[in-house]
């Protein structure tokens, strides 16, 4: 493993700064690796994940290498996801504790985000090069949940105590961690709200195209997805109509400009790779 020593200094500077890493290895990928750090409240979580993305390029230039945190650099190797992991509180319990009943608040705030998933994907998932990774490598492509399965867009891991969680598996590092953690909190609490019911678990290995038949899919494009973000009430009632505005006219140019490459591959090398 010839980053072991990159990811090393890599956490202790993260130690220095309060990040408290939890776990680095190498991932499937040539070149990939990952490094979890310790949970904490919504906004501190998306400053944190700023200051860790800009430490590791730090880093990794000082060693004469480059880091990118772009989606799917290679299209035959695994693509980089950034999983969120939520849990939510009520007078000091963490309500995924235990099992999860379809009509309690923890299984309503499951289903928000399953109901909201297609509308949030565009926020999630912010550029043409984020939907090649989808469908393979552990990367969802289907609306569904279970608790031990890679291959569902929401996963409820092995954890006791503090650490029973959600994990939302379709955002990667190219997004705002601002705005999807907000739209994410929104659209769990949309559904405590309404009370939605949470469907049923599909305990299927969805990376078989049989075994998700009857299953909603992921928006299989950028545009797909902001076409479906931006005919969202939901989306319209929690972002300012100006930003909202300016987002989606910015991703219809990063679209354009993908679309009309000679090149693709070299407009996401210039676009994507060495700026994200």
Known sequence: DKAENIRREICFAMEDMGLRPQHSHHESGFGQNEVDFMYSTALKSADNLNTFKSTVKAIADRNGLFASFMPK????QAGSGMHVNVSI???GKNLFQGDIAPDSEAGHFIAGI???ARELTCFCNPIPNSYTRFGSCEAPKYVSWSRQNRSQLVRLPSATGEFCRLELRSPDPSCNP???IGLILAAGLDGIEKKMPLPAPVNRNLFHKSAAEGLESLPESLREAITIAAQSDFIAKELPVPLMNKYFEYQTQLCHGYESAPDPQAWERENCFLKI
Do not use: C, E, I, S
């Not at 650099?73 to 035959?76: A, G, I, K, L, S």
């Open 73 to 76: 650099p290679m299209q035959d």
């Open 89 to 91: 509180h009520r007078d």
């Open 114 to 116: 399953l109901a909201h």
């Open 178 to 180: 601002y705005l999807v």
